[in-house]
């Protein structure tokens, strides 16, 4: 089995970091620090090694030190197997985010090709209890994680779904050209669903198959109206159907954008919004490591940010993930506000201080605590 794992990793101007070089072995990484030193900026460059606007979801423009104005770079390089990968991504002022992999210009979505990347923060402990769209993208990302071509169709469906609705919404009845659009829909969209369902199917397998100290959760996608029709020639007929009341709405309303995630707590039967804070959180956690499970099944591993993982979770769940991740043989990196967070680590990690001057974040490796 390859097990991906970064051996150098450059900020140069990303966020508080005005230049850091590190270098790993492999193992999962602990950095501990006070909030504000540069832990989860750390964690931000490494999720920009995948397509999106990585775990902040921020605007290339806005991660560059605002001082400098010159943009910023990571740049990393991967250990994949017998081979080593130079990948590198920056924005300059005013353009867009740009990638290179092995010295050659390449898309975003060739990132997730290369190594997938999963990401767990504070932000997402509210994932149960707010609305559909960030469940929506957690699934997408899990999905593309599983199945890289998914982010193709997913840009694919949201594109012919923008300019049907633009038709809509002006009016237009210009059929050949709702046809036309409506065809591509249900193509990508087709496509996007049943990866979305394979997605599932995969997460809750991989948690029966595992003895974990997190909790099983039954997972179901649901949808406020009808679900996407099974086939590409049923899906664009319902499209079809539904423009007199799509033009009144004045937006598609059959489609897999209107996807929600559902989970319940499988040995209490209970839904996750309705579950406590710290169940909540052994909830997302339980599906990171069985997403991780998944996809080394298909023979490699992910890259792994867990920020602020300790919150929320008691000392007993919190040495059950350090073990988990060490079984898996990720390359997992947490952080904490003190090194204490990581004593069941012993010297299976290597170990970072974070620390800021005057708005500069400074890292220093350190001997396992």
């Given at each position: 089995?390859?097990?991906?794992?970064?051996?150098?990793?450059?900020?140069s101007?990303?966020?508080?970091?005005?230049?850091?070089?590190?270098?790993?072995?492999?193992?999962?990484?602990?950095l501990?620090g006070?909030?504000?030193s540069?832990?989860?900026?750390?964690?931000?460059?490494?999720?920009?090694?995948?397509?999106?606007?990585?775990?902040r979801?921020?605007?290339?423009e806005d991660?560059?030190r605002r001082a400098?104005?010159?943009?910023?770079?990571?740049?990393?390089?991967?250990?994949?197997g017998?081979?080593?990968?130079e990948v590198?991504?920056?924005?300059l002022p005013?353009?867009?985010?740009?990638?290179?992999?092995d010295?050659?210009?390449?898309?975003?979505l060739?990132?997730?090709?290369?190594?997938p990347v999963?990401?767990?923060?504070?932000?997402?402990?509210?994932?149960?209890?707010e609305g559909?769209?960030?469940?929506?993208?957690?699934?997408?990302?899990?999905?593309m994680?599983?199945?890289?071509?998914?982010?193709e169709?997913?840009l694919?469906?949201?594109?012919?779904?923008?300019?049907?609705?633009r038709?809509?919404?002006?009016g237009?009845?210009?059929a050949?050209?709702?046809a036309?659009?409506?065809?591509q829909?249900?193509?990508?969209?087709?496509?996007?669903a049943?990866n979305?369902?394979?997605t599932?199917?995969?997460l809750?397998?991989?948690?029966?198959?595992a003895?974990t100290?997190?909790?099983?959760?039954?997972?179901?996608?649901?949808y406020?109206?009808?679900?996407?029709?099974?086939t590409?020639?049923?899906?664009a007929?319902?499209?079809?159907?539904g423009?007199?009341?799509?033009m009144?709405?004045?937006?598609?309303?059959l489609?897999p954008?209107r996807?929600?995630?559902?989970?319940?707590?499988?040995?209490?039967?209970?839904p996750?919004?309705d579950?406590?804070?710290?169940?909540?959180k052994?909830?997302?956690?339980?599906?990171?490591l069985?997403?991780?499970?998944?996809?080394?099944e298909?023979?490699?591993?992910?890259?792994?940010?867990l920020?602020?993982?300790a919150?929320?979770?008691?000392?007993?769940?919190?040495?059950?993930?350090?073990?988990?991740?060490?079984?898996l043989g990720?390359?997992?990196?947490m952080?904490?506000?003190?090194?204490?967070?990581?004593?069941?680590?012993?010297?299976?990690?290597q170990?970072?201080?974070?620390?800021?001057d005057g708005?500069t974040?400074?890292?220093?490796?350190?001997?396992?605590?």
């Amino acid at each position: 089995m390859s097990q991906p794992h970064l051996q150098h990793l450059t900020l140069s101007q990303f966020r508080s970091h005005a230049r850091a070089r590190l270098a790993f072995d492999g193992r999962p990484v602990a950095l501990w620090g006070p909030n504000g030193s540069g832990k989860t900026n750390l964690l931000e460059a490494v999720s920009f090694l995948s397509p999106g606007r990585g775990l902040r979801r921020a605007a290339a423009e806005d991660v560059g030190r605002r001082a400098e104005g010159v943009g910023w770079k990571v740049a990393a390089t991967l250990a994949l197997g017998a081979m080593n990968h130079e990948v590198e991504t920056q924005a300059l002022p005013g353009e867009p985010r740009s990638v290179r992999i092995d010295g050659k210009a390449a898309a975003q979505l060739d990132l997730a090709r290369l190594v997938p990347v999963l990401w767990l923060v504070p932000a997402m402990d509210r994932l149960w209890t707010e609305g559909a769209e960030g469940r929506r993208r957690f699934l997408d990302r899990a999905t593309m994680s599983l199945s890289p071509d998914h982010g193709e169709a997913s840009l694919a469906y949201e594109k012919a779904m923008r300019e049907r609705n633009r038709l809509l919404k002006d009016g237009s009845r210009d059929a050949h050209w709702y046809a036309a659009l409506e065809s591509q829909m249900a193509q990508a969209g087709t496509q996007v669903a049943r990866n979305r369902e394979g997605t599932v199917a995969r997460l809750m397998a991989a948690q029966a198959q595992a003895e974990t100290a997190f909790p099983a959760a039954t997972l179901s996608i649901t949808y406020p109206e009808d679900p996407p029709p099974p086939t590409e020639e049923l899906f664009a007929a319902g499209l079809e159907r539904g423009r007199w009341r799509d033009m009144a709405a004045g937006r598609s309303l059959l489609g897999p954008h209107r996807a929600d995630l559902e989970a319940v707590w499988t040995a209490k039967g209970v839904p996750a919004r309705d579950c406590s804070t710290g169940e909540q959180k052994a909830l997302l956690v339980s599906l990171i490591l069985a997403n991780a499970r998944a996809i080394e099944e298909d023979g490699t591993a992910p890259l792994l940010l867990l920020d602020e993982v300790a919150a929320h979770l008691d000392p007993l769940r919190r040495a059950a993930l350090y073990d988990e991740v060490c079984g898996l043989g990720l390359q997992a990196f947490m952080t904490g506000t003190e090194p204490g967070l990581f004593a069941e680590l012993g010297d299976r990690a290597q170990y970072w201080e974070a620390a800021e001057d005057g708005g500069t974040s400074h890292l220093t490796e350190r001997s396992p605590t």
